[in-house]
C-alpha cells in the first residue's frame, strides 16, 4: 500500500524502513507537518501515516478523504489530536499503537525524579567547570516517601514497581484498579486524597475532557509545600499557568514535565537559532526546580522498533482485512 509518512525524522525512517521488511509497502518519508496547508501532499496515498504534533482536524481529515486517503496509521499510542467525528464521517479508520515500550515512558519519569532529586544536571556543569562545591545540590531519600501515580495502565504499572524497588509508599488512582499493582501494596485512593498525601505525584493517564487540566489551582493548593510533580502524560494534563504560579509562590517543589501543553509549536525541531514566543513556557525554564524534556520518553530503540512495526502491522491488517488492527474505539 502506499503510504504518506508525515513529521519523519531519520530515526523514523531508519526504524521504518527495516520494519517493513516484513510489510513491503511503498512508504514515502515527508518531513513536513500533517497540516491544512500540507494536506494535499497526501493526495493519491490510501493511507496517511501521522505522528503526535501533527493537526488532525476536520479541515485536514476532509482533505485527505478527498484525495483518496481511507486509513489513518498512528504511529502513537495518544489520539487526542484527531477529531474522530470527522474521521468517521470522511470514511477514515484511523488506527494507533497502544502499545510500544511502557518501560521506556516509566523510567524516564524515574530519571525526571531521580535528577531534579539529586541535581546531577546541576552536578554535571558544576564540575565541567572545576566546581565541586556541593552547595545547593542536597536531595532527600526516596526510600519511605509517598508517591502519588495517577493512572495505573502499562506505563503506570511499571512505574509502580520501579518505585516499590525504592522502598516507597504508594498511591495510585485509576478507575480501573490494576490488580497487578495492588499486589505490590499499591493502595487505591480519591485523587485528592493523593493529591494531598504524596510527597512526588506521577501522571500517567491519557488526555481526555475529564483529565484535561487535572492540576489545576484547587488540586495544587491540596499538594504538600514543597512536593513534586511529573508528567510524561499529555501536557493538557495540567494547567501550566497555575503551575508557574504555584513555583513562584514556592509551594509546588519540583517540576519535572517530558510534554507540554502548547508544544507543538516548541518540541521535535531545533529552535535555538530562533525567538520562542510562548513566553509561559520561557517562564517555566528559568526556575532552577523544573526540568523539561522535549517529549522524549518514549525514545528507546526499543520504542521505536515496537511503534514501527506495530505501525506497519495496522497498515498490512488495514489493508488485506487479516491480523490485528488497532482501531481507534475498538478493542
Known amino acids: 500500500m502506499k503510504v504518506a509518512v508525515f513529521s519523519t525524522k531519520p530515526y523514523d525512517r531508519e526504524h521504518f524502513e527495516a520494519a517493513n521488511a516484513d510489510h513491503r509497502h511503498d512508504l514515502s518519508f515527508l518531513e513536513v507537518h500533517l497540516e491544512a496547508r500540507t494536506a494535499v501532499l497526501a493526495k493519491g496515498f490510501p493511507c496517511v501515516c501521522a505522528f503526535v504534533n501533527d493537526h488532525l482536524d476536520r479541515e485536514v481529515l476532509t482533505t485527505l478523504a ?26 477514515l479508520t484511523v488506527s494507533r499503537v ?5 518501560h521506556a515512558v516509566a523510567e524516564h519519569a524515574t ?15 558544576r564540575v565541567r567547570e572545576a566546581n565541586f562545591s556541593l552547595h545547593g545540590l542536597c536531595g532527600f531519600d526516596l526510600n519511605a516517601r509517598t508517591v ?26 485509576d478507575l480501573a484498579p490494576n490488580p ?34 487535572l492540576v489545576n489551582p484547587d488540586r495544587l493548593a491540596l499538594m504538600k509545600r514543597g512536593a513534586m510533580l511529573i508528567n510524561t ?20 517543589g519540583y517540576l519535572g514535565i517530558d510534554v507540554y501543553e502548547e508544544e507543538e509549536e516548541l518540541f ?41 512495526h506495530t505501525t506497519l502491522a495496522n497498515i498490512t491488517a488495514f489493508e488485506t482485512g487479516t491480523g490485528t488492527l488497532h482501531a481507534v474505539g475498538r478493542s
Open 66 to 91: 478527498a484525495g483518496g486517503t481511507r486509513h489513518l496509521a498512528l504511529r502513537s499510542a495518544g489520539f487526542n489530536h484527531v477529531d474522530l467525528e470527522a474521521a468517521a464521517e470522511a470514511g
Open 98 to 102: 497502544p502499545s510500544y515500550s511502557p
Open 111 to 125: 530519571g525526571l525524579i531521580l535528577t531534579l532529586n539529586r541535581k546531577f544536571h546541576r552536578a554535571y556543569q
Open 148 to 173: 502519588g501515580v495517577v493512572g495505573t495502565g502499562q506505563i503506570g504499572a511499571v512505574f509502580c514497581r520501579i518505585m516499590h524497588g525504592f522502598g516507597c509508599r504508594l498511591l495510585a488512582h
Open 180 to 213: 497487578e499493582c495492588s499486589k505490590l501494596g499499591v493502595r487505591y485512593v480519591p485523587l485528592d486524597d493523593l493529591f494531598r498525601q504524596a510527597d512526588i505525584v506521577s501522571l500517567h493517564c491519557p488526555l481526555t475532557p475529564a483529565t484535561r487540566h
Open 233 to 252: 502524560g499529555r501536557g493538557a494534563l495540567i494547567d501550566t499557568p497555575a503551575v508557574v504560579e504555584a513555583l513562584k509562590s514556592g509551594h509546588l
Open 268 to 308: 521535535f525541531e531545533d529552535r535555538s537559532l530562533t525567538v520562542v514566543q510562548d513566553d509561559v513556557f520561557m517562564r517555566l525554564v528559568t526556575f532552577p526546580n523544573v526540568l523539561v524534556t522535549a517529549h522524549q520518553g518514549f525514545f528507546t530503540e526499543e520504542a521505536l522498533a515496537n511503534i514501527a
